[in-house]
């Protein structure tokens, strides 16, 4: 009885005065929709869901199985209950007049479950979307992030204009004032959303990429893509996160080319004393022969000084070209071969030995070629197995390093 009366004051405060019968009536229509409401949740719950999750789990596609999960139709489901009580309100409280505020609180929930549901929805497509073999390395979690942005911006703003009882399009138009503010507030956002479309649209940038930006300490690979942030995993295992748009306005190497090409490339050069540098006598090229990979470079070069001797009516000269044989220019012929010969370089690719300027340290002579192997680690190993090789076999051909910490050379 005290319950009642309660209601019946709280009813008189709004200018609504019923008889015991009407209010027993009343009682008996909530009553009705409460338990239509509680028996269409529980027929959603119990009956749809599970027909839903049988006939998924009979199909072959794995798609259906993420779409369908419990978190997506469990917020679908939540909508019956307020609907159904949202069409019985104006049964139930037909001469009330708190039936607008009634049906306004109702509205509110299935905004808000409905916002809800739509963005367990995109989870959904985005846990499918993101582990394709085409879209894997796309910066999907910028767009999710992007778009819950907006449902929710565009969710509140419903949600007020039913508090208000305003139209959502003339409470925009009301905040077209305020868009200076929001566009500073959402500054990060905006200018990480443009930037993610830009770095997806030129294929500037995926997750996976090894990347490298000196000037904010970047070196390493991508591990993810958001709307306001690209995280990247160095090699010492810290962390460096980026705002997209520095990826667009300022410049970072990308090494992805390199791991999708034939080869990695290994550029380093020694420097030889330049005092060593001596012309070929016949007993150097005769131990030279000796060297598997300068037998034909010799025997070719003996019949190229034939050649130009009974062109030119030379006798006893040890020429090539025209010019005689110096053991650097030998040296260099070894190295040629020798890299030609390893399996980890790619032939297709440039190969060669070269001279570069000469200096107060010596002359650098540098090695200029491509290693199959790109991982870093084996990467390493292979060029110091190369010049560990160069090292020792320079004073087989009487040369000598200069190494400029001496300030004198090797012997």
């Known amino acids: 009885m005290e319950l009642i009366e309660g209601i019946n004051r709280l009813l008189t405060d709004w200018g609504i005065k019923q008889t015991t019968a009407d209010l027993l009536d009343q009682y008996m229509a909530i009553a009705i ?34 779409l369908f999960d419990h978190n997506v139709t469990l917020h679908l489901s939540r909508l019956a209950a307020p609907i159904v009580i949202y069409l019985f309100i104006p049964f139930i409280f037909a001469e009330s007049g708190a039936i607008d505020f009634i049906q306004r609180l109702c509205q509110i929930y299935i905004t808000i479950t409905s916002l809800a549901f739509v963005n367990a929805f995109l989870k959904a497509a985005y846990s499918i979307y993101s582990v394709k073999d085409n879209l894997r390395d796309r910066p999907l979690k910028g767009l999710l992030q992007t778009l819950q942005v907006l449902l929710w911006t565009v969710g509140s703003i419903v949600v007020i204009a039913i508090l208000i009882d305003k139209s959502p399009g003339a409470l925009l138009t009301g905040l077209g004032a305020s868009a200076a503010v929001l566009m500073l507030v959402f500054k990060d956002s905006i200018m990480g959303f443009v930037s993610g479309v830009q770095l997806s649209a030129n294929d500037m ?22 709307l306001n942030t690209v995280k990247v995993r160095n090699f010492d295992n810290t962390i460096t996160t980026i705002p997209p748009y520095l990826l667009v306005s300022d410049s970072f190497q990308n090494w992805r080319g390199m791991k999708e090409s034939g080869g990695r490339r290994i550029k380093r050069s020694i420097n030889i004393d330049m005092t060593s540098i001596r012309f070929c006598t016949p007993e150097m090229l005769e131990k030279y022969r000796k060297i598997d990979l300068l037998k034909d470079y010799i025997e070719q070069t003996e019949e190229i000084v034939r050649t130009y001797n009974e062109e030119h009516g030379i006798d006893n000269a040890i020429l090539v070209n025209g010019r005689r044989q110096t053991n650097l220019g030998v040296f260099r012929a070894y190295l040629t071969a020798y890299l030609k010969s390893l399996p980890v370089v790619n032939k297709e690719l440039n190969c060669m030995v ?10 650098p002579v540098e090695l200029y070629f491509f290693s199959t192997i790109k991982d870093w680690i084996p990467y390493e190993g292979v060029q110091a197995d190369v010049f560990d090789h160069v090292l020792a076999i320079i004073p087989e051909f009487d040369l000598r390093v200069f190494q400029s910490a001496m300030a004198t050379p090797i012997e």
């Open 33 to 66: 929709a409460l338990l239509t409401a509680f028996a269409a949740d529980i027929f959603c719950r119990k009956i749809i869901l599970k027909t839903i999750s049988r006939i998924v789990q009979r199909t072959k596609a794995t798609w259906d199985d993420i």
């Open 205 to 226: 940038l995926k997750v996976g990429d090894w990347i490298t930006m000196p000037k904010y300490g970047a070196d390493g690979t991508v591990i993810e893509v958001t």
């Open 354 to 363: 070269r001279h570069l300027q000469p200096t107060d340290r010596g002359l």
